[in-house]
């Protein structure tokens, strides 16, 4: 009979675990990675890991600011095989970052060679390129020696690197950081080291200051680009209260006169972090465009500075609304984030207002005078103590020198008969014959007063915390001398202007006017088609659209209006007509011109007329007339209108014939006075217009009850005139209508005969 067959031997060692744990467990070990060791900057120094092992190690390579230079290729080598074991490009990367002058307010790294351009040219190869340490790096790395900060072993352990660096200067603010981690990010501007000195010298007197009077020492970010800071107080204020905002900083420009009247303007300093090829081609893409149609020529005159020069068209353009209409559709102006977020003292993510980020500094700085301090002090006690041996030998020194000739073992000996301790003895005998002279025991007796003194100071000076605060103070007057606004590198690049007012559209001035028709579809694709195509208007027109769409409307507008969207979330939108896409292709989604949400629809676009009215109306039949220059927006988010409920819709929006005014593609004559509104139950009710109170924002009153459903569709019309709607391809009126005509919120009763079967009767 055969054997059945042994089962297989199990491995051991194997650990049952479900799927969703490991996943997780292997997730967050990565996020506590990336946040810690990689994205987020320390509050204390500012550095990530990589700045912080890039730095030492060229200390370690001795690339001081007085010495000379060494390649990059041997930096970076150093780098990944002793501290950084990542890639050598992004390890050469974050170098070449530090060395920047446009990249970095106050560089840790001198290159030498190319390090890459304000176009946005990359750097060369880290076989040509050379660097060593800028002064201000070499003051955050002032004291690793006097054990002010902790060591810890490299990724192989045969190393050991710092684990925060001393930082004699405040680089987080000063250099500004960015970083996206898991599930966090933080982005801080760089500030001016004078200002921050200020604050922290402010702050140490008076640690519980306000946010205000801090601001009133830093009034915003430094860039290493220069620009114009433009915002409003207020908001650096809040912004640095919650440690999230952000701040509009524009070009600097000047306009200069030339012969005949003509000027040109040239731009001397452009926004931070903007590439300057990239903002002249998108320049010169709205040039082509036609979107800037009083600007003849641009062309880039720079050389080691920044000199960007604008031609405009004619010498009637005015220079300041030309700057304007750049500021708003270029770089020219940007805007940059605030996001306080970085790891404290415990390694713990978490947004700082300025305040702590300030305190969390000077905290460091205690701890380091301390640590140093206390440092300084075991070496003195072990300098005084072989120097009091030596004073003992030199009293005793017949007797010391008869003790070594004839003794065998002369250490213990000397030990007993002087009380000595066992490195005083060592040292004794480690002494050379030319130190028994008389002036070197006078030298030792000054060097142990010297050092007595400096004992006590020191001890002085670790019970007393205001006197530590002092000797802070002293440090960062030092650090504001050093790199302050008084020197070449630390005065102020910025400048500070005043806000300009928020305005969402092109200054009209300087758009080409031009008939269009602005076509919306189904799906939500809208352009612009040259010329007022009434074919298109009516829905006519053979008009092409993406496989599965369809025509929704179309308004004739010009090229200088402004169109006013209602979308199903009862908001209002604002688009210019010159931002809209050409009428080649299909457009683009309305979606990348307004925040509009993907759970929302377009009711109907119509163009802004500041003296139109329309008339709203939600799903559940409430409604109100709204100003049309109420709900003008100027942002992308739109402005709220109609108040919705859960599961509630804009259903509604029509305008009032004769509220525009001449001009206006809307219906102009003789004013509405009624309002004709049919539920999803088929049921049409007819009543006066004066019963709708004209509102800018709410629910609204009720305009239709229904028992099932809800408002299918509304019009506003002359009751003399009678009510139209579209039946198939013609348009058909009823003027008797006293059995429909009522009561505002009454139910209604079913249509006339032949009236429409759509879903939205008026609206076609």
Known sequence: MAKAPAAPKQPENIRTTPLADALGERYLAYALSTIVSRSLPDVRDGLKPVHRRLLYAMRQLKLDPAGGFKKCARVVGDVIGKYHPHGDASVYDALVRLAQEFAVRYPLVEGQGNFGNIDGDNAAAMRYTEAKLTPFAQALMDGIDDDAIDLRPT?????????????????????????????????????NVGELCDVLLHLIKTPKAQIATLVDLIPGPDFPTGGVLVENRDTIIEAYKTGRGSFRLRA????????????????????????????????????????LPFLADIRDESTEDVRVVLEPKSRGVDATQLMEQLFRQTDLEIRFGLNMNVLGADSVPRVMDLREVLQAYLDHRQIVLVRSSN????????????????????????????????????????????????????GILNMRLRSLRKLEEFEIKTEHKKLSDEKKELSTLLKDEDKQWKVISEQVKWAKEKFGQKTTLGK????????PTAVIAPIESLVEKEPVTVVLSKKGWIRAMKGHKDEVVSGGADVKFKEGDEFLTAVKAQSTDKILFFGSDGRFYTVAVDRLPQGRGFGEPIRLLVDLPNDADIVGIWVYVREQKFLVVSSVGRGFIVPAEQVFAQTKNGKQCLTLGPGEKGRVCTPIPGTAGTGSDLLVGTPADSVAIIGDNRKLLIFPLSEVPEMARGRGVIMQRYKEGGAADAKVFNLKEGLSWKSGDRERTETDLKDWRGERAQAGRLPPKGFSREDRPFSG
């Open 375 to 426: 440092h300084r002090l075991a070496e003195i006690v072990r300098r005084l103590e072989m120097l009091e041996g030596y004073l003992i030998a030199y009293l005793n020194l017949d007797e010391v020198i008869k003790i070594i000739r004839t003794e065998d073992e002369p250490k213990p000996k000397l030990m007993r008969r002087f009380n000595l301790t066992d490195n005083q003895a060592e």
């Open 492 to 499: 102020r690049r910025t400048e500070l202007g005043e806000a």
């Open 252 to 291: 600097k420009w000047v306009e200069e006169k030339l012969s005949h009247g003509q000027y040109q303007i040239a731009i001397t300093e452009i926004p931070y972090q903007v590439q300057k090829a990239k903002l002249i081609e998108r320049v010169a893409a709205l040039m082509d465009e036609k979107k």
């Open 155 to 191: 990724y192989d352990g045969e190393e050991s690197e710092p684990v925060v660096m001393p930082a004699a200067v405040p680089n987080l603010l000063a250099n500004g950081s960015s970083g996206i981690a898991v599930g966090m990010a933080t982005n801080i501007p760089p500030h």
